[in-house]
């Protein structure tokens, strides 16, 4: 088996886990919630408005402010509807594992061991310049 045959075989073994079918789920639960969805549009709506607004040459400061306030407030009603927080949930679970595999994938054309390289996101600190596990 070469490895683009390897690579999608492990596409294959990533679409089995239970981490990508609960984001398929959450997904679709997401789509078909009516709420959630007019939620979506009117937070894209806004932010077409504030983006129209911000490009006039004699923008009002005062319109900008208030479409800012509509637009944090619907996101937030966003964030807390159950089915967008059980998508992140998920999608975050599926991230991290897919974060994992490519990881250790780098590490080993990096010349690693392949039975003992990991990537362990708990000791990220976030400076991408120091690690090599990453990328």
């Known amino acids: 088996?070469?490895?683009?045959?390897?690579?999608?075989?492990?596409?294959?073994?990533?679409?089995?886990?239970?981490?990508?079918?609960?984001?398929?789920?959450?997904?679709?639960?997401?789509?078909?919630?009516?709420?959630?969805?007019?939620?979506?549009?009117?937070?894209?709506?806004?932010?077409?408005?504030?983006?129209?607004?911000?490009q006039k040459p004699e923008r009002d400061e005062e319109?900008?402010?208030?479409?800012?306030?509509?637009?944090?407030?619907v996101y937030a009603e966003i964030m807390q509807n159950g089915n967008m927080t059980g998508y992140n949930t998920a999608k975050s679970e599926l991230d991290a594992l897919v974060q994992r595999v490519t990881a250790i994938v780098t590490l080993c054309a990096d010349g690693e061991n392949p039975d003992t390289c990991d990537y362990d996101a708990a000791s990220c600190g976030g400076d991408c310049g120091s690690c090599g596990g990453c990328h």
Do not use: H
């Open 1 to 54: 088996m070469d490895m683009i045959e390897l690579a999608r075989e492990l596409g294959r073994e990533i679409q089995k886990d239970q981490r990508f079918l609960d984001v398929q789920v959450a997904r679709q639960q997401s789509d078909e919630d009516e709420g959630l969805q007019k939620a979506i549009g009117e937070f894209n709506l806004k932010r077409m408005s504030i983006n129209n607004e911000a």
């Open 63 to 73: 319109k900008l402010q208030k479409l800012n306030d509509e637009l944090r407030t």
